[in-house]
């Protein structure tokens, strides 16, 4: 309501944004969005899809648009360098967490169901649960990385390159196997569109999470008494067949959903609600709270069917043409970082929908629209 708010009273105090708002390149995006609305039609608990709907599809509208509308490239140093000693403070806490092995605002002013489960074994931080804080330190990091570059003072220059080595290992310390995928995805796709000599950087880059793996594999091995999760990257947990066992049954049961309701899905939040009556093997061993797709464009493709699917994946494929038609022109150097960061970013985010239901989270999931609307932003006004 407050983003809808301040969007309202930049539409009528800024007439600038209309045009932005109304630009026929986010054709897409409107297709989308009514595209989507197909999650209501086969739903069978209305009170769930109506709640699923306000909280995480009601905003996209809002957020997209005001980011769009309010992002400003002469603004573009100062904001980085508030979300990266953000993100920054976030990770500090989380080594905090982590080495204190206990969270005050957890115990004293926040209900935390997660937090007796990974207290001391993968960092929280303030975001509630690891996969979360993983992401969007994740979403962070290329931007530090941007940043960096922009910077022309050495302080400054210091000062991003700080955060940007707190955010990284923050984030392989929620021991997010998503998260190591999404990192060294973001790393590529900034090596690939920023870097002339190419091949040693891929190497160093590829290097970089087998070495994750083989040190984390020894410390499991060697110190597996440590309270820190290292196991969920060493070889052995990564090569466990059982772990993929129950990844391999959900998308079993999530094809006879989409089987059932092809067209318009089975309605949005009703993966869990139907769970039950997909999955009667493992129903009464699996908490409430596991009873989801791991996995985003599953849950989208079943809620939504591939009508709803479509329109997802045509946004995304919209806004990956128009960027990619943008670094190819010769970009100064300023606005090209800025557009590499925020796209790796963004796909970084994606990345993480393979492992959980990442936009079905308050954090992840508004920092994927905003974005979303700053790369509308930035590609469009490239384009002219």
Avoid at 12 to 21: E, G, M, S, T
Avoid at 144 to 170: D, H, P, Q, W
Avoid at 210 to 229: A, M, Q, T
Wanted: with cysteine; hydrophobic share 55%.
């Amino acid at each position: 309501l407050v983003v809808a708010i301040l969007l309202l009273a930049l539409l009528i105090f800024d007439r600038n944004a209309y045009k932005l708002i109304f630009d026929k390149k986010d054709a897409p995006f409107w297709i989308f969005l009514l595209l989507i609305m197909g999650g209501f039609v086969n739903a069978k608990n209305l009170s769930v899809a109506y709640g699923h709907f306000w909280a995480y599809i009601f905003p996209i509208l809002f957020l997209y648009f005001y980011a769009k509308s309010t992002f400003k490239e002469r603004h573009s140093a100062l904001i980085l360098r508030c979300v990266c000693i953000m993100a920054a403070s976030v990770a500090i806490y989380g080594f905090i967490e982590l080495i204190s092995n206990k969270s005050l605002i957890y115990i004293n002013y926040i209900n935390n169901q997660y937090y007796n489960i990974y207290a001391g074994f993968r960092m929280m931080s303030i975001h509630i649960h690891p996969a979360p804080l993983g992401t969007y330190l994740a979403a962070i990091f290329p931007l530090s990385l941007a940043l960096y570059m922009m910077e022309k003072n050495r302080l400054l220059k210091l000062i991003s390159i700080i955060c940007a080595v707190i955010i990284f290992t923050g984030a392989l310390f929620t021991f997010s196997r998503g998260v190591l995928l999404a990192l060294l995805i973001e790393m590529l796709i900034i090596a690939f569109f920023s870097i002339k000599e190419k091949r040693i950087y891929y190497f160093y880059i590829i290097l970089l999470p087998v070495l994750v793996i083989l040190i984390s594999s020894i410390l499991n091995h060697y110190y597996g008494g440590l309270k820190v999760n290292f196991g969920r990257y060493s070889f052995r947990i990564l090569t466990l067949v059982f772990e993929y066992s129950r990844k391999f049954m959900l998308f079993l049961g999530a094809e006879k959903m989409i089987l059932d309701q092809p067209f318009f899905g089975v309605g949005f939040g009703h993966f869990r609600v139907l769970f039950d009556h997909y999955f009667p093997s493992i129903a009464s061993i699996t908490e409430y709270d596991k009873k989801i797709a791991d996995c985003m464009y599953l849950t989208i493709l079943a809620e939504t069917g591939i009508i709803g699917f479509g329109g997802f994946m045509f946004f995304l494929y919209s806004i990956f043409k128009n960027i990619y038609r943008v670094l190819k022109v010769n970009l100064d150097n300023q606005n090209r970082f800025l557009l590499i960061g925020f796209f790796s970013g963004f796909i970084g985010i994606m990345c993480t929908f393979l492992t959980y239901d990442t936009l079905y989270w308050i954090a992840p999931s508004y920092i994927f629209w905003s974005y979303a609307g700053i790369l509308s932003y930035l590609s469009a006004k490239k384009c002219h």
